[in-house]
């Protein structure tokens, strides 16, 4: 099998109700306490969690972070996605 916490992205493509989204999961083996750190809804965000945490001497460790892309207004609720995922990854 695959070990997916090895890779830097993985995409889990997301079906309801006649429609689809996206989530992406940035840096999955980066995760604390075996705990995805945050989901990401807006550019902000995401550029804040690709910053990732500083490490003594300066330099960035990149984070782990969910990123929610879902092209209808109203469409898939991200905390919902997000929540069914971790409980996923969890098992």
């Known amino acids: 099998g695959v070990?997916?916490?090895d890779k830097d992205i993985?995409?889990?493509?997301?079906?309801?109700?006649?429609?689809?989204s996206l989530v992406i999961l940035c840096h999955p083996g980066e995760t604390v306490n075996d705990e995805?750190?945050?989901?990401?809804?807006?550019?902000d965000d995401a550029t804040q969690a690709m910053r990732g945490?500083?490490?003594?001497?300066?330099?960035?460790?990149p984070a782990s972070y969910l990123l929610h892309l879902?092209?209808?207004?109203g469409g898939h609720k991200t905390a919902f996605v997000v929540n069914r995922l971790r409980e996923y990854l969890a098992l």
């Open 10 to 20: 993985v995409f889990f493509p997301i079906h309801s109700q006649l429609h689809w």
């Open 3 to 5: 070990n997916i916490f």
């Open 70 to 73: 879902d092209s209808m207004t």
């Open 36 to 43: 995805v750190g945050g989901e990401v809804d807006s550019a």
């Open 53 to 61: 945490k500083r490490e003594a001497g300066g330099a960035r460790q």
